[in-house]
């Protein structure tokens, strides 16, 4: 009887670890389907035409977002009870994407706490969040010269929070960043992803670049 009460007892826990997966699957699939409508409607509503270059950042940012459920279906479906995922292994994956996509006027600098964790259900608005900063600023951070440099980079702050920042050299913000979350369609959507992960988002415009910074409070602390 104790044998057959353990096997059930054991069934019914893999049931139910299989059900809450495909739940958050699904809500993964559903953002990632909205994340693919914003890109395409940014697509049809720019003029002139975008040249090849953006049309593969564009694609490789959808790609990064593919990639990113793919890695959440996997480790939602081992059999452990781990709830961390390290957040410098996708970060890395989203700059080596990008600067896959881009030619030598983009020098892409990586700087990653590897203590920096994060739930599995943060992974995907903040490799959201990421790729549309880093996007934003591949086409608007270039300094004088052409060049865009970018500095990517996460840590941990004083109160324990988790810092990811993306700086760019480009010639900053022409208007109040207010202004702009309200202009911009990309910056409005990151604005509501970073509510899902309990977060704020910060913008520091000067002369010689553009930082922003998601915080995101350490669940794991």
């Given at each position: 009887?104790?044998v057959?009460?353990?096997?059930?007892?054991?069934?019914c826990h893999?049931?139910?670890r299989?059900?809450?997966?495909?739940?958050?699957?699904?809500?993964?699939?559903?953002?990632?389907?909205?994340?693919?409508?914003?890109?395409?409607?940014?697509?049809?509503?720019?003029?002139?035409?975008?040249?090849?270059?953006?049309?593969l950042?564009?694609v490789?940012?959808?790609?990064?977002?593919?990639?990113?459920?793919?890695?959440?279906?996997?480790?939602?479906?081992?059999?452990?009870?781990?709830?961390?995922?390290?957040?410098?292994?996708?970060?890395?994956?989203?700059?080596?994407?990008?600067?896959?996509?881009?030619?030598?006027?983009v020098?892409?600098?990586?700087?990653?706490d590897?203590t920096?964790?994060?739930?599995?259900?943060?992974?995907?608005?903040?490799?959201?969040?990421?790729?549309?900063?880093?996007?934003n600023?591949?086409?608007?951070?270039?300094?004088?010269?052409?060049?865009?440099?970018?500095?990517?980079?996460?840590?941990?702050d004083?109160?324990?929070?988790?810092?990811?920042?993306?700086?760019?050299?480009?010639?900053?913000?022409?208007?109040?960043?207010?202004?702009?979350?309200?202009?911009g369609?990309?910056?409005?959507?990151?604005?509501?992803?970073?509510?899902?992960?309990?977060?704020?988002?910060?913008?520091?415009?000067?002369?010689?670049?553009?930082?922003?910074?998601l915080t995101?409070?350490?669940?794991?602390?």
């Amino acid at each position: 009887m104790d044998v057959d009460t353990k096997i059930t007892d054991t069934q019914c826990h893999a049931c139910l670890r299989v059900a809450e997966a495909d739940h958050r699957i699904a809500n993964h699939l559903a953002m990632l389907a909205s994340y693919v409508r914003l890109k395409s409607s940014k697509l049809v509503q720019r003029k002139p035409t975008i040249t090849s270059e953006e049309a593969l950042v564009v694609v490789k940012a959808i790609g990064l977002q593919i990639d990113a459920v793919s890695h959440l279906h996997r480790f939602l479906a081992r059999d452990d009870t781990s709830d961390k995922m390290e957040l410098c292994t996708y970060l890395a994956t989203i700059c080596a994407a990008l600067r896959s996509a881009v030619d030598g006027d983009v020098d892409i600098i990586e700087s990653f706490d590897r203590t920096c964790v994060i739930p599995p259900s943060y992974l995907l608005p903040v490799s959201q969040i990421v790729t549309e900063m880093m996007t934003n600023a591949i086409k608007h951070g270039k300094d004088p010269s052409g060049q865009v440099s970018l500095r990517v980079s996460c840590r941990h702050d004083a109160s324990g929070s988790i810092v990811i920042e993306v700086c760019d050299n480009g010639p900053g913000l022409k208007t109040q960043p207010d202004a702009v979350k309200q202009q911009g369609l990309g910056l409005r959507i990151v604005e509501t992803l970073t509510a899902r992960v309990n977060g704020t988002i910060a913008y520091r415009s000067g002369p010689t670049g553009l930082s922003v910074q998601l915080t995101v409070p350490d669940v794991h602390g």
